[in-house]
């Protein structure tokens, strides 16, 4: 069964910024403190469909798998996929808000049963990866405030 | 016996941690690692008084670690990184190009500018590909603070992690 968690913050930009600096993966280590690298983007990084690996690092071990993008609007809302072992969707969704942005972050994730043995799962895999999301949204705040 | 083994396995430790490094790439060593590793053989010997009292040739190892501990405290900010010089700041250059902050060269390191204030993060080239980095103190809600982190990620230990790969069926 999927797991949904959502978290959201204000950023002092523009949504085009906003949309435009999450789209490009190869920004993402610097705001998701769990995640180490993207690698192998195939295609133009924020383009629907584009894919690319990526690697986690958690308790000592280092989780790889692959990305996708799902969509992006610019300005509007970005998506992207990843695939393999585990299987979650991460969209982020832009509106004008007080001469910023309020920026929506959605996590919808399934554990598989032949991963569980491999991941932190039940509450404390839960609570790690809604940490995770809050603290990638803190982090956007301060990267993008102007 | 004890107190051989137990010298001898720290030193055994500290030697392979410093083999690994010196073994691979693009990894660091935080000096302040080694002198966790010299307490904590501090604090077994301590433990262990009580049922073998400190022989003589004891003194020396002893020392050895009450100095390496007492300088790694004092450098606990100084990290050695087996990387190649151009390679590190490129990559640091183009970090600080994602986090949006101010980065230039400067004699000693790159100077990092945010909200006005400057951190310098210092950067010795020791050999071709060993570097002696001093890592800034900065606020914990910073973009140099994001950082050190991405640095820690990129530049992480030399003990290999554990590689599970997601992509494939178990």
Sequence with gaps: ??????????????????????????????????????????????AVGTSWKWTFVALGMEFRGRGRCLSHEPGRLYSFQ?????????????????????????????????????????DRGQKLREEEARRALENLQLILQR | MFPQLLWASFAIAAAAYLLL?????????????????????????????????????EWTPLVACVVVAAATFYWHRTWLVRARADEFCERISEACRGLRLECRYQPGGLALVERQQMLLLGITRLHTRLLLVRVPSPPPRSKVALLVQWLAKQYSGPVPPIPIDLSRPS
């Design chain 1, 1 to 46: 069964m999927a797991t949904t968690f959502e978290t959201s913050g204000h950023i002092d930009n523009t949504p085009e910024a906003v949309i435009a600096y999450v789209a490009d993966p190869r920004n993402r280590p610097l705001f998701f403190p769990a995640l180490k690298a993207i690698t192998d983007i195939q295609g133009e990084p924020t």
């Design chain 1, 82 to 122: 990843t695939d393999g072992g585990i299987q979650s969707t991460f969209t982020y969704r832009a509106q004008a808000e007080s001469g910023g942005t309020k920026l929506t972050v959605s996590l919808e994730y399934e554990v598989p049963e032949n991963a569980k043995a491999k991941l932190p799962a039940g």
């Design chain 2, 21 to 57: 490094f010196l073994m691979r790439v693009n990894v660091s060593l935080r000096l302040v690692r080694l002198g966790w590793l010299a307490e904590a053989a501090l604090v077994s010997r301590g433990l262990a008084l009580t049922l073998w009292s400190l022989a003589s040739w």
